[in-house]
């Protein structure tokens, strides 16, 4: 459990706790009627606010995050934009070369680094609203450099890695930037 559900429910613990004691003193210990109504209210209308908000939070936490992340982008050796393939409404692209026999969505057969790049190089999967890079098995690898960091790191085949914007993707020596 993380830090902050357990501070979380620790105050709803405490809360409850609080809770009892003032339903404790309201019917077992008052005798004044004015009381008894006004604080039946208080707690009625803490019970709505507070189931709100937890309807509220639930809500937000299952409703799908959109990922800031909308087109990859080939960048040649000088850096240039060679080509773009958006991702609205896209949940997976297969990276690689397309053939007679096979067809991949980023295909990079006519780049500059194109005899390092195997048929089926990689896979970007979109999943949760998140974007995730897999090296399937290819001969030459997959790398990531991410955002603010010097170095990219080599990633291990069939293993999911999270992509954000401003990263850069390495397929073999072909740069994808994400945007």
């Given at each position: 459990m993380?830090?902050?559900?357990?501070?979380?429910?620790?105050i709803v613990v405490i809360l409850l706790f609080l809770l009892a004691v003032c339903i404790y003193f309201l019917y077992f210990i008052n005798q004044d009627i004015v009381i008894k109504v006004i604080g039946t209210?208080?707690?009625?209308?803490?019970?709505?606010?507070?189931?709100?908000?937890?309807?509220?939070h639930i809500k937000q936490q299952n409703t799908l995050y959109q990922s800031n992340i909308k087109k990859f982008?080939?960048?040649?050796?000088?850096?240039?934009?060679?080509?773009?393939?958006?991702?609205?409404g896209v949940r997976s692209f297969l990276i690689g070369k397309s053939t007679i026999d096979n067809e991949v969505d980023i295909d990079l057969a006519?780049?500059?680094?194109?005899?390092?790049?195997?048929?089926?190089?990689?896979v970007l999967n979109y999943a949760e609203g998140y974007w995730y890079i897999e090296d399937l098995n290819s001969k030459n690898g997959v790398g990531i450099k991410k955002r603010g960091e010097e170095y990219a790191l080599r990633l291990k085949p069939m293993t999911s890695y999270k992509v954000d914007?401003?990263?850069?993707?390495?397929?073999?020596?072909?740069?994808l930037f994400v945007r």
């Open positions: 993380s830090r902050r559900h357990f501070l979380y429910y620790s209210t208080t707690i009625l209308l803490l019970f709505i606010l507070w189931f709100y908000y937890e309807r509220k982008v080939l960048i040649t050796r000088d850096g240039e934009k060679e080509k773009e393939w958006y991702c609205e006519d780049t500059y680094y194109m005899e390092y790049i195997s048929p089926n190089h990689a914007e401003g990263d850069i993707i390495y397929i073999s020596k072909a740069k």
